[in-house]
């Protein structure tokens, strides 16, 4: 079973995303693959992230008004 954590994105490029976990405040240096789905997502988006086997997949764009 995976668990779920809300991350941040800090930088995206062809090689994947790097991420900040909570309770770090700095991106991480590995890159991590997400779903391909229709949105993009940029630095600074607030992502669902589920934690599977020692490392994380981005699931998608946590959208708020």
């Given at each position: 079973?995976?668990?779920?954590?809300?991350?941040?994105?800090?930088?995206?490029?062809?090689?994947?995303?790097?991420?900040?976990?909570?309770?770090?405040?700095?991106?991480?240096?590995?890159r991590?693959?997400?779903?391909?789905?229709?949105?993009?997502?940029?630095?600074?988006?607030?992502?669902?992230?589920?934690?599977?086997?020692?490392?994380?997949?981005?699931?998608?764009?946590?959208?708020?008004s």
């Amino acid at each position: 079973m995976a668990d779920l954590v809300v991350a941040t994105v800090g930088e995206v490029d062809s090689s994947g995303v790097t991420l900040i976990v909570p309770p770090s405040t700095t991106a991480s240096q590995k890159r991590y693959k997400r779903l391909m789905t229709g949105g993009s997502i940029a630095s600074g988006d607030l992502v669902l992230v589920a934690s599977i086997k020692g490392t994380y997949v981005v699931l998608g764009k946590i959208a708020y008004s």
